[in-house]
């Protein structure tokens, strides 16, 4: 009998993990490009099509409630929320310009060039606009894009991480995150 229910037990946890919410399949990415070339579109839209899957998928909610930091089922960062706080956070989509829920991602992204600057992309909570360098995009894969799209649109849900490099940098929402979509999209 005690076999039977840890059996039981194994398969409710695995199931919980592999449920995808309706919010995943159905959220929405309104991203609009500011001068940008129809090539450098198709390579935003190319991402968006990835992150589309991604979201979708049981394995990004998996990677991102499996999530540890310090040896704790959390993020660095993390706002006070757990793993599962988190994910539904980001389908939510609620951004702190616009704090409404439309489960979506609501961007505007344009380019800049700074061939001095190790600096992928930037943005700022008073504007919906996200900054990609040049620099990194040209050469970027659009799984690549995807990760420091979602990244930065991170930030737009309040997340943050620490300025200066250090361990614990890697593992704040908008680092980790942004490497679960990157390690995700290869697949696509």
Request: proline share 3%.
């Given at each position: ?153 991170l930030h737009k849900l309040g997340f943050d991480h ?27």
């Amino acid at each position: 009998m005690k076999y039977i229910a840890l059996i039981l037990f194994i398969f409710t946890i695995s199931e919980s993990h592999s449920y995808v919410p309706k919010d995943a399949y159905t959220f929405d990415f309104n991203v609009k490009t500011i001068r940008m070339s129809r090539m450098k579109e198709k390579k935003i839209d190319h991402s968006i099509d990835i992150l589309r899957e991604i979201f979708a998928s049981p394995e990004f909610k998996r990677r991102i409630l499996s999530h540890k930091f310090k040896g704790r089922y959390q993020f660095s960062k993390n706002k006070g929320l757990s793993n599962a706080q988190i994910y539904r956070k980001i389908l939510k989509g609620i951004e702190r310009l616009h704090p409404y829920d439309n489960n979506a991602m609501d961007v505007e992204v344009e380019l800049y060039t700074d061939h001095q600057s190790l600096v992928v992309g930037y943005t700022n909570p008073r504007t919906r606009r996200i900054w990609m360098n040049t620099k990194y995009f040209n050469r970027n894969s659009p799984a690549q894009v995807a990760a420091n799209l979602t990244h930065e649109w991170l930030h737009k849900l309040g997340f943050d991480h620490e300025k200066v490099k250090c361990n614990d940098r890697k593992y704040s929402v908008p680092y980790a995150v942004g490497y679960i979509v990157r390690d995700l999209a290869r697949r696509y």
